[in-house]
T-cell receptor, first 113, second 113 residues
Framework: TQLLEQSPQFLSIQEGENLTVYCNSSSVFSSLQWYRQEPGEGPVLLVTVVTGGEVKKLKRLTFQFGDARKDSSLHITAAQPGDTGLYLCAGAKTNFGNEKLTFGTGTRLTIIP | KAGVTQTPRYLIKTRGQQVTLSCSPISGHRSVSWYQQTPGQGLQFLFE???????NKGNFPGRFSGRQFSNSRSEMNVSTLELGDSALYLC????????????FGEGSRLTVL
């Protein structure tokens, strides 16, 4: 059972357009992270959101954590070819001093120059 | 500082064989996690080690095992390989057991024939 569903699974848009990627779950997470993975490399952390309703901006990227801490979104403004990659959300659950990260299904984004 | 190093980067095995993958974390990081990444299942958590102790385990069969050494280096082993074990195996390290950024290696791509 996949706890974190991302949509869309694939997205291909023109350079300069805006886009939003969604990460949804029925579970509550203590925090949520977004990673980007490029071909031949491991995922790299973009941001961590902790508080319900939290919004974080990283240049043209805006991340939001849902009020109930069950979902998150990533909005990219004026997409650039360098934004191309696999975007992964990861929800953290803490139990008895252990933290387990569950990764989402991923969104493969292609920005066409 | 040096990143997470995984060896080997690529390997080909046949069904029934076993394989051992190695991961050297970032210096000072005591937590090492292993993930399996496939196109169909995405990034699936295998296990996490902290100070030589397995702290978390995913839902994989007993053929998948791991260990961590006193210098925080980690190995994972897969015995009696099956075709479905073909995947990119990613190792990630972090400084603490709770919270913080996961730093991923470039992965070991295993092909089982």
């Amino acid at each position: 059972t996949q706890l974190l569903e991302q949509s869309p699974q694939f997205l291909s848009i023109q350079e300069g357009e805006n886009l939003t990627v969604y990460c949804n779950s029925s579970s509550v997470f203590s925090s949520l992270q977004w990673y980007r993975q490029e071909p031949g490399e491991g995922p790299v952390l973009l941001v961590t959101v902790v508080t319900g309703g939290e919004v974080k901006k990283l240049k043209r990227l805006t991340f939001q954590f849902g009020d109930a801490r069950k979902d998150s979104s990533l909005h990219i403004t004026a997409a650039q070819p360098g934004d191309t990659g696999l975007y992964l959300c990861a929800g953290a659950k803490t139990n008895f001093g252990n933290e387990k990260l569950t990764f989402g299904t991923g969104t493969r984004l292609t920005i066409i120059p | 500082k040096a990143g997470v190093t995984q060896t080997p980067r690529y390997l080909i095995k046949t069904r029934g064989q076993q394989v051992t993958l190695s991961c050297s974390p970032i210096s000072g990081h005591r937590s090492v996690s292993w993930y399996q990444q496939t196109p169909g299942q995405g990034l699936q958590f295998l296990f996490e080690y902290f100070s030589e102790t397995q702290r978390n385990k995913g839902n994989f069969p007993g053929r998948f095992s791991g260990r961590q050494f006193s210098n925080s280096r980690s190995e994972m082993n897969v015995s009696t390989l099956e075709l479905g074990d073909s995947a990119l195996y990613l190792c990630a390290s972090r400084a603490l057991l709770l919270g913080g950024e996961l730093f991923f290696g470039e992965g070991s791509r295993l092909t089982v024939l």
